[in-house]
């Protein structure tokens, strides 16, 4: 603990070098560990609901797959786009992370627009959070997740903001792995919302 | 770690996660729409893709097993794995008999 070597090693990452990053970082897994079991508990919840449709649309009335592709392609893109920028910030390349930062931002609002235009759809059709158990537990989950994405477009915006001013410091740099950390999480999750609750809705 | 982020010029491993994420996407689909199974063979074709997504994004994008806590980060993620099966398929199984 006491080394200084080890307190700020220069063949790490920038994100890495200080003990308060890396420590940071680790909080930040721990976080994500924490926020898989929250979706769980949601996913355990519409899993156990989603039949219960009562008098209003079912899955199979509801969910487009034309839509939901677009959404899980735009997501699955941001996701390769945020995992660039670091791989940009690794080689020291400024314009290249914001670059890939500002098409990442782009990307995720694109999901939040389709994903907007989804509910407002919905809920023309008469299908709400208050028609059934299936459509409380379904928004619950699905906008759970989109209150995510929306925080973290928000996140990332800021840090773009911090970069312009700052540049590379230890500090920004682990900002942004920490951020990237959280964009990538979030496509992990819209996986399993892809799986679990648009393609299983359409073939049950 | 240390070996694995100097020197590369071009983001080979990102390049190759995205396909395969891509591949692994629409394997799903047709196995959902096309493929002509059984329900029940559909639905755990397509939750063994989508895990095999979620531990492709852990360890192409989000490099879970670098840095000096790699291991703990990497055991973390595997129990909250653990919690989300536990949850997610206790409550399944339980409310089966209930519903």
Redesign the interface.
């Known amino acids: 603990m006491a080394d200084t070597a080890h307190h700020y090693d220069e063949t790490m990452p920038l994100e890495y070098r200080t003990e308060e990053s890396r420590l940071n970082i680790l909080g930040f897994w721990i976080f994500l560990g924490a926020e898989v079991a929250l979706f769980a508990t949601l996913f355990a919840t519409y899993l156990v609901l989603f039949q219960r449709t009562g008098h209003g649309p079912t899955t199979a009335d509801l969910f487009e797959i034309k839509d939901v592709m677009i959404e899980t392609l735009l997501l699955l893109t941001s996701s390769f786009t945020c995992g660039l920028a670091v791989f940009e910030m690794r080689r020291r390349r400024l314009t290249g992370l914001l670059v890939w930062l500002l098409v990442t931002l782009l990307l995720g609002a694109g999901f939040i627009t389709f994903e907007v235009r989804e509910f407002i759809h919905y809920v023309h059709e008469g299908a709400t959070i208050q028609t059934s158990a299936f459509l409380s537990s379904f928004f619950v989950l699905v906008g759970t997740h989109g209150a995510h994405v929306s925080l973290g477009i928000g996140w990332m915006t800021l840090i773009i903001i911090q970069l312009l001013q700052r540049g590379f410091t230890p500090r920004t740099a682990r900002k942004v792995f920490i951020v990237s950390l959280y964009w990538h999480f979030l496509d992990v999750v819209w996986i399993f919302i892809f799986t679990l609750v648009y393609l299983t809705g359409m073939v049950m | ?2 070996a694995n ?1 100097h020197h ?2 071009f ?1 080979w491993k ?1 390049i190759v ?2 396909i395969l ?2 591949v692994l ?1 629409f394997a ?2 047709w196995i ?2 096309s493929s002509g199974l059984a ?1 029940k063979a ?2 755990v074709g ?2 063994v ?2 895990v095999l ?2 531990v492709l ?2 360890f ?3 490099h ?1 097993t670098e ?3 790699g291991k ?2 990497t055991i ?2 595997a ?3 653990f ?3 536990v ?2 398929a ?3 199984w339980t ?1 089966a008999f209930v ?1």
């Open positions: 770690m240390g982020h590369e010029t983001p990102h996660g995205f994420s891509l996407t799903a689909l959902a729409f329900t559909i639905l397509i939750v893709l989508a997504q979620a994004q852990l192409m994008f989000m879970v840095s000096d806590s703990i980060q973390n993620m129990y909250s794995f919690i989300a099966i949850v997610v206790g409550s399944i409310m519903l």
